[in-house]
């Protein structure tokens, strides 16, 4: 059965920085990525790396603050969040898929870790 299990939420003041971890468990995919979605808003995607070029790509609101890596040996994905703003608020969700498609689109990816609230406070 595979999971993807989240965790590094919290509450952290603005400029400060998080580490969030995704512990994929069952078996491998080929794209791991990150979303967020903050309330009354649409999920959107924060980053995605590629597990065989290890290429990584932001949206524009991250890029420069943000790192997406990944940890073959354990099978865990990272996003570490820098120099984080009130606007980065949200519930953050890692994905994975092995599926073609748009990497930063959400529908792209068929499993999905249960979310972690990050919070920035100004």
């Known amino acids: 059965q595979v999971q993807l299990v989240e965790s590094g939420g919290g509450l952290v003041q603005a400029g400060g920085s998080l580490r969030l971890s995704c512990a994929v468990l069952g078996r491998t995919f080929n794209n791991y990525g990150w979303f967020r979605q903050a309330p009354g808003k649409e999920r959107e995607f924060v980053a995605v790396v590629r597990r065989s070029t290890d290429n990584t790509y932001y949206s524009d609101s991250v890029k420069g603050r943000f790192t997406i890596s990944r940890d073959n040996a354990k099978n865990t994905v990272y996003l570490q969040m820098n120099s984080l703003k009130s606007e980065d608020t949200a519930v953050y969700y890692c994905?994975?898929?092995?599926?073609?498609?748009?990497?930063?689109?959400?529908?792209?990816?068929?499993?999905w870790g249960q979310g972690t609230q990050v919070t920035v406070s100004s």
């Open positions: 994905a994975a898929t092995s599926s073609a498609g748009l990497w930063s689109r959400a529908s792209t990816y068929g499993f």
